[in-house]
């Protein structure tokens, strides 16, 4: 059976956030999500509401709601050491009694490039390293604590006494696009996190992940294949098409592979990829120049927008396609009226009630 997340981007306003994820549980959801940033561009045009913690946006969140899962899409192995990742995600698992889902990817440059003492080179390297740690701290004991030795981290007979309530620990979702990560995320993950795909190249990048399950002797099933899309549902069409399509514009401008993989290679060619981009002036001017070109054709394939059987027959697709856990990002300017279409079409045609 499909599952439902929310992903909630009400930068700037933690109440607002607090009263969503609320809301998003009385509404059926069976996931909130929230992304992880520190630093926002120094621009008017993107961005522009200041980013709070995400994880104590998640502790608040997990003791104002009782069933909804709880996870960070995603949080990076770059600015917290895998040790107080490993932490944070285990007293997390206790606040929400077991509903914490660690989202974990490689980092971005905007939050990083700031923080001139870190290094962040060969993103993946560190990556695979910091899994590894986490889950060993989490299986650590007094009789037998860590030592690791790795290229990025290293640690010396470490045990992490408080244990998560969800054993071995809980579920690890890779956020990712690249071959690597992929194969990862099928070899080793519980779960695939990405943002904004097709249903075309979502199909055709699924399938790495589910053949290195395989090889890797574990069944794909195994793997939760979530997708986080861009979702505005109202009972006007043409009013949800409004509001979404320029929007997403901007997002669609920062996935230069995918927007070569719809057909356009100039405007790819143009853009650096999503997880390269330190926003500096230069970078965002671009951006916003590719984003003016895009086709709204174009954007329209990445997102789910219409009324609530337009939506239905979108989210089909991306069940065809292979996602097993559908992750809508609303417009807060549509967030009511998308959670409440929802609750009361969306969720129960998908649950056959």
Same mark, same amino acid.
């Given at each position: 059976?499909?599952?439902?997340?929310?992903?909630?981007?009400?930068?700037?306003?933690?109440?607002?956030?607090?009263?969503?994820?609320?809301?998003?549980?009385?509404?059926?959801?069976?996931?909130?999500?929230?992304?992880?940033?520190?630093?926002?561009?120094?621009?008017?045009?993107?961005?522009?509401?200041?980013?709070?913690?995400?994880?104590?946006?998640?502790?608040?969140?997990?003791?104002?709601?009782?069933?909804?899962?709880?996870?960070?899409?995603?949080?990076?192995?770059?600015?917290?050491?895998?040790?107080?990742?490993?932490?944070?995600?285990?007293?997390?698992?206790?606040?929400?009694?077991?509903?914490?889902?660690?989202?974990?990817?490689?980092?971005?440059?905007?939050? =990083?490039? +700031?923080?001139? $003492?870190?290094?962040?080179?060969?993103?993946?390297? *560190?990556?695979?390293?910091? #899994? /590894? !740690?986490?889950?060993?701290?989490?299986?650590?004991?007094?009789?037998?604590?860590?030592?690791?030795?790795?290229?990025?981290?290293?640690?010396?007979?470490?045990?992490?006494?408080?244990?998560?309530?969800?054993?071995?620990?809980?579920?690890?979702?890779?956020?990712?696009?690249?071959?690597?990560?992929?194969?990862?995320?099928?070899?080793?993950?519980?779960?695939?996190?990405?943002?904004?795909?097709?249903?075309?190249?979502?199909?055709?990048?699924?399938?790495?992940?589910?053949?290195?399950?395989?090889?890797?002797?574990?069944?794909?099933?195994?793997?939760?294949?979530?997708?986080?899309?861009?979702?505005? =549902?109202? +009972?006007?069409? $043409?009013?949800?098409?409004?509001?979404?399509?320029? *929007?997403?514009?901007?997002? #669609? /401008? !920062?996935?230069?592979?995918?927007?070569?993989?719809?057909?356009?290679?100039?405007?790819?060619?143009?853009?650096?990829?999503?997880?390269?981009?330190?926003?500096?002036?230069?970078?965002?001017?671009?951006?916003?120049?590719?984003?003016?070109?895009?086709?709204?054709?174009?954007?329209?394939?990445?997102?789910?927008?219409?009324?609530?059987?337009?939506?239905?027959?979108?989210?089909?697709?991306?069940?065809?396609?292979?996602?097993?856990?559908?992750?809508?990002?609303?417009?807060?300017?549509?967030?009511?009226?998308?959670?409440?279409?929802?609750?009361?079409?969306?969720?129960?045609?998908?649950?056959?009630?």
């Amino acid at each position: 059976m499909m599952r439902f997340g929310c992903q909630l981007v009400t930068y700037g306003d933690v109440e607002r956030t607090l009263r969503y994820a609320v809301r998003a549980e009385e509404c059926g959801f069976d996931t909130v999500t929230v992304p992880d940033h520190l630093f926002h561009p120094l621009t008017d045009v993107f961005l522009t509401k200041p980013p709070w913690d995400a994880f104590a946006v998640l502790a608040a969140i997990a003791v104002q709601t009782e069933r909804v899962r709880l996870m960070p899409a995603v949080a990076d192995s770059v600015r917290r050491h895998p040790a107080v990742l490993a932490h944070m995600a285990a007293t997390l698992d206790h606040l929400s009694r077991g509903r914490m889902i660690l989202g974990l990817g490689a980092g971005e440059a905007y939050n =990083v490039v +700031p923080l001139t $003492d870190s290094r962040w080179d060969r993103p993946y390297a *560190r990556f695979k390293e910091a #899994l /590894a !740690l986490i889950r060993a701290l989490w299986a650590s004991t007094r009789e037998e604590p860590v030592s690791f030795e790795g290229e990025y981290f290293n640690v010396e007979g470490a045990h992490q006494s408080l244990k998560p309530l969800q054993r071995p620990g809980p579920p690890i979702y890779v956020g990712g696009y690249g071959p690597r990560m992929r194969r990862l995320t099928g070899a080793e993950g519980d779960g695939w996190v990405p943002w904004i795909y097709s249903t075309e190249a979502y199909r055709e990048d699924l399938r790495l992940i589910q053949e290195s399950a395989r090889r890797a002797g574990r069944d794909p099933s195994e793997v939760d294949a979530t997708a986080i899309i861009p979702t505005v =549902v109202l +009972p006007d069409a $043409d009013r949800a098409l409004e509001l979404a399509l320029p *929007r997403n514009r901007m997002t #669609l /401008a !920062l996935r230069g592979p995918l927007l070569r993989r719809l057909g356009y290679p100039e405007l790819a060619d143009r853009v650096t990829e999503n997880w390269r981009v330190a926003f500096t002036g230069e970078e965002v001017k671009r951006v916003q120049e590719v984003a003016a070109e895009i086709p709204l054709e174009a954007v329209e394939k990445v997102i789910v927008a219409g009324t609530a059987e337009d939506a239905m027959e979108r989210i089909d697709q991306y069940r065809r396609a292979g996602v097993s856990h559908f992750i809508a990002l609303p417009l807060v300017d549509a967030f009511e009226e998308t959670a409440e279409a929802f609750r009361d079409q969306v969720i129960p045609y998908f649950r056959g009630e």
